[in-house]
């Protein structure tokens, strides 16, 4: 059974920072892509930024330079570094696995988690 659990969302001011962690279970998770998405209320769901598994990353226009994802496949956990934050930020963060990582960019990841809150107050 694959699991996926995210954690470290919360509130932070804008131009605070958060880090999120998604640990994974039941995969080689060395093996797998992982991608990040957030989905704002009323909004569709988008890709923030993924990683290969060798390591490559790929991030969305909008966090460049601002959000940095990196993975510890000693620990089976992928992170989610963000810094400053802005209100339109404000989403439900989620993780992604799939051995292909066309899958992820293509929104369409064979695994999820279920989201971790993220508010950022202005």
């Known amino acids: 059974q694959v699991q996926l659990v995210e954690s470290g969302g919360g509130l932070v001011q804008a131009g605070g920072s958060l880090r999120l962690s998604c640990a994974a279970s039941g995969l080689t998770f060395s093996f797998y892509a992982m991608g990040w998405f957030r989905q704002a209320p009323g909004k569709q769901r988008e890709l923030v930024a993924f990683?290969?598994?060798?390591?490559?990353?790929t991030y969305a226009d909008s966090v460049k330079g601002r959000f940095t994802i990196s993975r510890d496949n000693a620990k089976n956990t992928v992170y989610l570094q963000m810094n400053s934050l802005k209100p339109e930020e404000t989403a439900v963060y989620y993780c992604?696995?799939?051995?292909?990582?066309?899958?992820?960019?293509?929104?369409?990841?064979?695994?999820w988690g279920r989201g971790t809150q993220v508010t950022v107050s202005s």
């Open positions: 990683i290969t598994s060798g390591g490559t990353t």
């Open positions: 992604a696995a799939d051995r292909r990582i066309s899958t992820v960019v293509g929104g369409q990841p064979a695994y």
